[in-house]
């Protein structure tokens, strides 16, 4: 096959994604939509609330209330969504207020995206790493069946929950499960929790159930601690050097609006075709889209200008991290035609401006976000 039969084939590929992937933002499905959102107020689940409630979904937002565990994505948009009619509820997953948000929200889809999602931070929190994304991930299920009501279920664990060998090739949805330090077997134990519920409860309640295994997400809004872009624009906008403990690991990094695309686009499915979909899906870069982290901070450094300074680590520093990670996204292509918009350049891109604005106009991140959703609808960057 020559060059420009494989490039006209990829053309056609792509133009099939964006057609499929605009299901996943299709006003005629999501307006008027029941959602329960868990997790509403963290990096992933603030992009994914503001793309809800723009789409005209009834959105019902359930986080944890301690001051600190929002994103700063959510400090920028919160209170405007909550204007345009979010249910903002706060409660933890696995206390009392459950049940009363499950009600609340009674929905059709669940997005369950709340969890303790740092790795080193489950080094110091092995108890709380497991209780919520485990036992909570079980409460939120049971709190649903008792309610009575079925419906489509996302369960968002991560690509940490492969057990990585260091393969130089993506892992599929079909290799075993694992992980070394608390987070990585959390998100493991996650995926057999719900494969076990999917296959014992689901008949009988009406709850369909998927899980969606994601890589390292960057975007606008992340005030995580351990994380490269946060740590990179504290750095840069406190004019200090960035410095970079793990400079030759390799990681999925895509742009926040790619996992979530994937997200909607499968719980869409899932709520029509619930026993077709109810499975596992990975939802990673393009093969060859892995970006080793200090290639990562040099493009943000790059975008951000000539004020930006790094320092590397020679080796490792700090709890064991896997080095090599990369996700094989195949069968989320075959079954629901979906495949990445932005590439890593693109995606840093974004990051990038959407910080700079939040520093230099706060009053129009939140303007931003919607912009930056509106491009990727339009697959423009």
Not at 86 to 100: P, Q
Not at 228 to 238: G, Y
Not at 298 to 318: D, I, K, Q, Y
């Amino acid at each position: 096959m020559g060059h420009r039969q494989r490039a006209v084939e990829e053309l056609d590929l792509r133009r099939g994604a964006m057609a499929s992937k605009a299901l996943a933002w299709d006003t005629a499905f999501w307006r008027g939509r029941r959602v329960l959102l868990t997790g509403h107020t963290g990096f992933k689940g603030a992009w994914l609330a503001a793309w809800l409630v723009k789409l005209g979904a009834h959105v019902t937002g359930f986080s944890l209330p301690a001051p600190g565990r929002q994103s700063q994505a959510w400090d920028f948009v919160g209170a405007e969504l909550a204007a345009q009619g979010l249910n903002d509820l706060r409660g933890d997953i696995n206390g009392a207020g459950l049940d009363a948000a499950v009600a609340a929200a009674d929905a059709e889809i669940v997005l369950h995206l709340a969890a303790q999602a740092i790795v080193l931070d489950s080094y110091t929190a092995p108890v709380d790493t497991w209780q919520t994304n485990v036992m909570g991930t079980l409460q939120l299920l049971q709190a649903l069946a008792r309610h009575g009501r079925p419906c489509a279920f996302v369960g968002v664990t991560s690509d940490k929950c492969y057990d990585n060998k260091g393969w130089p090739w993506g892992y599929r949805e079909i290799d075993p499960l694992g992980g070394k330090d608390p987070y990585s077997a959390s998100k493991a134990a996650c995926e057999i929790l719900l494969a076990s519920w999917r296959a014992s409860f689901s008949a009988s309640t009406g709850i369909a159930v998927a899980s969606a295994r994601a890589g390292n997400v960057i975007g606008g809004g992340d005030n995580s601690a351990h994380r490269i872009v946060p740590d990179l624009v504290r750095a840069f906008a406190a004019g200090d050097a960035a410095h970079i403990r793990n400079p030759a690991s390799t990681r999925p990094y895509q742009h926040v609006l790619e996992p979530l695309s994937g997200y909607m686009l499968l719980a869409r499915f899932l709520h029509e075709q619930p026993q077709e979909f109810a499975q596992a899906y990975n939802f990673g870069p393009d093969a060859g889209g892995e970006q080793r982290t200090d290639r990562l901070a040099r493009a943000v450094a790059a975008h951000w200008g000539p004020s930006a300074r790094l320092t590397m680590n020679e080796e490792p520093a700090g709890p064991a991290e896997a080095q090599f990670l990369m996700l094989d996204s195949s069968k989320a292509r075959k079954d629901l035609a979906w495949m990445p918009t932005w590439n890593v350049e693109q995606a840093v891109a974004a990051t990038v401006a959407w910080h700079k604005t939040a520093l230099a106009h706060p009053q129009q991140a939140g303007t931003e976000t919607l912009r930056q959703i509106a491009h990727y609808e339009t697959g423009s960057s």
